[in-house]
């Protein structure tokens, strides 16, 4: 028995070797630290949100989100630029929650494969990586799976299964899946192309062809953006990093700040590093009680970029009202 519909497991792991090749350190967090480099070029597959009740069964992209925050869909865009306006226009917001990071939507992954079909000449033969790390895994795989080798590849591991093109959505037999799961990276026999869902990231990266990636751009049931090689994974607004930095210069210098912006606040108290322990911050939104991340003993350098990235992460967090 499979663990999937219409795919098998492999222990075949030596054919994801030339994706090891090809990727750029993970620390450089550039788009071929996830996807291999070596295409023509490349392209990024926005996944969507959730529709307000009581359309809450419906997608909704993020062209739909920018139209009613005035903002700009831009090539370099990430949500929080356009989900969170500099002012806050009338009326509820069309969405909530935050775009699924690590998953394609299935509508969209089902698109993608129709699309991909013809771009290469082994439609029938094509190679899934399953991320070892979703919850559920170890439940729903055959015990000889789960036991086998693994795909290594840099900060990741992946279980490795082989079916048609259109297999890239896994379902488990039984109904055994508590979610349905797109394939954290797929790629043909022939390597024309390969996707990349990277587990932390709201959308999939793909890279093939000029023609492919045209036709991705150009399709109508995906929400696609140009992307290249170098290019950063994610990318904070300029007016996001000032207010942190603002905000982390006055708790550094009277332990207590409040970031505004058009879709609410984020408070966070400091309690700094003492002599043999760590410090800590303290936060909290208006849709959250106070939460909090231990400190190290660093220099207030280091303590800064801590404080820092905690904020941002609260801040971009804002954006799923």
């Known amino acids: ?126 190679w899934f990586c399953l991320w070892e790390g979703f919850g559920w895994v170890d439940s729903v795989v055959p015990e000889r799976a789960w036991n086998g080798p693994r795909v290594n590849l840099p900060q990741r591991n992946y ?47 793909i890279g093939g062809s000029l023609r492919l990636i045209e036709r991705v751009l150009h399709d109508p049931r995906l929400e696609a953006l140009p992307s290249a090689a170098g290019e950063p994974l994610t990318r904070v607004e300029t007016w996001v990093r000032q207010r942190v930095e603002e905000a982390a210069s006055e708790l550094l210098r009277v332990g207590q700040t409040t970031i505004v912006t058009s879709a609410g606040s984020v408070e966070a108290q400091l309690d700094r590093p003492r002599l043999g322990r760590s410090g800590e911050l303290r936060f909290r939104t208006s849709e959250m009680r106070w939460g909090s991340t231990n400190l190290g003993r660093g220099d207030d350098e280091n303590l800064r970029a801590a404080i820092a990235s905690c904020l941002t992460w609260q801040v971009e967090g804002l954006a799923g009202i």
């Open 1 to 126: 028995m499979t663990a999937f519909a219409d795919t098998s497991w492999s222990d075949r792991i030596d054919e994801a070797i030339w994706i090891r090749e090809r990727l750029a350190p993970f620390r450089s967090f550039i788009v071929n630290s996830v996807v291999p480099g070596g295409f023509d070029t490349y392209a990024r597959i926005l996944h969507p949100v959730s529709a307000r009740p009581p359309e809450a069964h419906r997608a909704l992209r993020w062209r739909d989100v920018a139209a009613w925050a005035g903002t700009m869909l831009r090539a370099d865009a990430q949500f929080h630029s356009v989900a969170l306006p500099p002012d806050r226009p009338a009326g509820q917001p069309p969405w909530e929650g935050l775009p699924e990071a690590g998953n394609m939507d299935p509508a969209d992954a089902e698109a993608l494969a129709e699309v991909l079909c013809s771009e290469t000449v082994t439609p029938k033969s094509c």
């Open 159 to 205: 279980l490795l299964y082989k079916g048609p093109v259109e297999a890239a959505v896994l379902t488990s037999e039984g109904g055994r899946l508590p979610v349905t799961q797109s394939a954290s990276l797929w790629w043909p026999n022939d390597r024309a192309w390969c996707v990349a869902t990277e587990i932390d990231l709201p959308w999939t990266y």
